[in-house]
């Protein structure tokens, strides 16, 4: 699994003309499903969007995390994070989770985050969202689980 996640200051999503999910402070985190994802996956970002120290201490550095600022966590699924880019001008779905597994995961991933996290918000999985969100930093990271990337000397 994938995901994209931004520090922000406040983030929102909108589908057609109602507001599925709002946070102030706190972590914006597009979700990418991989064809090869489990329930374990899900587990193991979520784990990771929680605890990534993204958020300065008194000393200015990245020390915090998510929840030690109190801060919400707001869940957008985004299909396209797990395209494949590396040839090409567009982007081939291959590497991406079939929709029904997509969907089977990302809920259990908001599931997992309700139960670990008081503040969460989501989008709606399959609409066609509108986000706005102020990204703080700006700050944003990339988190996979599963396998790891490979590299030249690895082909």
Do not use: C
């Amino acid at each position: 699994m994938i995901a994209l996640i931004q520090r922000v200051t406040q983030a929102e999503v909108r589908v057609q003309d109602r507001i599925t999910g709002t946070i102030g402070r706190g972590v914006l985190a597009f979700i990418g499903v991989q064809r090869e994802d489990t329930e374990s996956d899900a587990d193991r970002l979520l784990q990771r969007v929680l605890t990534y120290r993204i958020f300065a201490d008194d000393q200015g550095r990245m020390n915090r995390d998510v929840r030690a600022i109190g801060g919400g966590v707001l869940l957008v699924s985004q299909f396209t994070l797990a395209a494949d880019t590396r040839t090409g001008t567009r982007p081939g779905f291959t590497t991406a989770a079939a929709p029904d597994l997509a969907r089977e995961l990302f809920d259990y991933l908001v599931i997992q985050a309700r139960a670990a996290h008081p503040q969460v918000g989501t989008g709606e999985f399959g609409a066609d969202m509108q986000v706005s969100l102020t990204n703080d930093g700006p700050v944003t990271f990339w988190l996979e689980t599963g396998k790891a990337p490979m590299t030249a000397g690895s082909r």
